[in-house]
């Protein structure tokens, strides 16, 4: 450009034109770079939430303590991005050794049911996840640090509505719902073969487990071993992880659990007393405060059904009191149906909703007196839970799993049944006894020592 202009002027015979044409390339080819500079878009980085995570790798001469899971105020995305940044660990992880069920023919029974509901409510109708969750409840048993029986570790901390080790345990998923004949068969074949010297070598030694899509405060003091499915399996870092420290003893007489005598027949007698209702604060796992929610708030049902609620969640409500306005919304119906989208161009204004409004549903709440069910999910995608249990299922096509109708939605004249509100109590209500499960979850008689062939499922 400058010999061109050099030229021009050697040359007076070039028109002023063509010089003004070739200022006009010269300043734009200043000022085009220096408009698109200050005017690009400004990208503004994600700033990920301080993460406190413990690293102390407990000497042999203290017992490592057993605290409740406490989970770090991450996303979803966040707490992956953090998991998938803590390699597995490089050293040996040696298989558990092989745990063979003795005691009493009702101690045994009792051991297989503990074991059976564990391994189902944790990891679902699911054969590999629950042979790893089983196999780390017997790993916890042999240890210094937690009880010496199976029913003693699965309901450790059960009697706080937080703070245990298992949340199906506390959070009221063992009294909201009952598994079918069949998965409920296929766990308790799980739980004998794991207690008839089965071992699922994976997990070796694992004491811990948790989704990948939470981050616990002492994933980063443990080993992290191996995944099955999207659980990560841990060990104690240090001594306390290695096979010598698996050295306790089984204690060979299995408590009596009142919250196992709706599964199990082995759990009721004894001076036991049956399992109570559900109460209202088990439905999420929290103390459900229903003044929280004032009158104001209670939306009107879908016209044409006096029992159906789709709503727009409040602005400032937290999810811990999404169940309470689902429940003071339903009032006294004994049969209720509770729908809530945080975004308002998702709600649908009639059942059902479209794939795109059902995925996009922030939590739900069913309640069918008739046949003693009363179930919150919510969607963990949105808001992040304690517990898998609490979280709509997925479909195919990506939206929640629709939530289930024990029974059609009836009149309030035409149904019969009690006022109050069926599976759940507000506090100070004494408990009422709860129904038997429809389905025959008859035991039949342990072995004393059972033999049992391993699945080919791996």
């Known amino acids: 450009m ?28 200043i ?17 990920r939430p301080p993460v406190v995570l413990s690293k102390r790798v407990v000497p042999q001469q203290e017992l490592p303590p057993v605290e409740p899971v406490e989970l770090q105020a991450l996303s979803p995305d966040d707490a992956r991005a953090i998991n998938d940044s803590i390699p597995f660990s ?20 009792r051991a297989i049911d503990c074991l059976a509901a564990a391994v189902y409510y944790e990891a679902g109708d699911d054969s590999l996840g629950q042979r790893a969750v089983a196999q780390v409840i017997l790993n916890r048993m042999r240890h210094p640090a937690f009880p010496k029986t199976v029913c003693g570790v699965v309901f450790q901390g059960a009697e706080r509505s937080t703070g245990c080790q298992f949340t199906f345990t506390c959070d009221g998923a063992i009294l909201r719902y009952t598994p079918t004949e069949a998965a409920w068969t296929r766990a308790r074949q799980v739980a004998r073969m794991a207690l008839s010297g089965t071992v699922f070598r994976p997990v070796g030694h694992a004491t811990h487990y948790h989704t990948d899509w939470v981050v616990p405060y002492w994933s980063a003091s443990l080993d992290k071993i191996t995944e099955v499915h999207t659980h990560l399996f841990f060990r104690w870092a240090g001594w306390w992880g290695t096979p010598p420290a698996f050295n306790r ?39 459900v405060n229903l003044a929280a929610i004032p009158d104001s ?33 339903c009032g006294e119906r004994p049969y209720c149906k509770f729908m809530a989208w945080s975004d308002a161009s998702k709600k649908p204004p009639k059942l059902p909703p479209s794939g795109e409004q059902a995925a996009a549903m922030s939590f739900s709440y069913l ?42 939605s009836p009149t309030p004249e035409a149904k019969e049944g009690p006022a109050g509100l069926s599976g759940v109590r507000r506090k100070g209500d004494p408990a009422p006894a709860i129904a038997k499960p429809p389905v025959n979850l008859t035991l039949p008689a342990p072995r004393p020592s059972p033999t ?6 791996n």
Request: hydrophobic share 45%; aromatic share 4%.
């Open 452 to 457: 049992l062939t391993p699945s080919p499922k």
């Open 367 to 408: 309640r069918d007196d008739s046949a003693a069910y009363a179930k919150a999910l919510w969607n963990c995608d949105q808001f992040k839970r304690p517990s898998p249990v609490q979280c709509m299922r997925r479909i195919a096509f990506g939206a929640p799993e629709p939530m289930p109708a024990p029974s059609p």
């Open 297 to 329: 708030a209670i939306p009107a049902s879908v016209a044409g059904d006096p029992n159906v609620f789709l709503i727009v969640l409040p602005k400032g409500i937290v999810p811990d009191n999404f169940p309470a306005l689902a429940i003071k919304t």
């Open 90 to 109: 490089l050293a040996p992880n040696p298989a558990a050794r092989a745990f063979h069920l003795s005691g009493a023919a009702d101690s045994q029974a």
């Open 31 to 47: 000022v085009v770079p220096v408009l698109l500079v200050s005017n690009a878009p400004h990208i503004v980085a994600h700033k």
């Open 2 to 29: 400058g010999t061109l202009e050099a030229t021009v002027r050697r040359n007076p015979s070039v028109s002023p034109l063509l010089r003004l044409l070739l200022g006009v390339i010269a300043l734009a080819a």
């Open 249 to 287: 003893g089984y204690a060979g007489v299995e408590p009596n659990v009142p919250l196992m005598a709706r599964l199990s027949p082995s759990h009721v007698g004894d001076g036991a007393a049956p399992a109570p209702a559900i109460a209202v604060g088990d439905l999420a796992g929290l103390e």
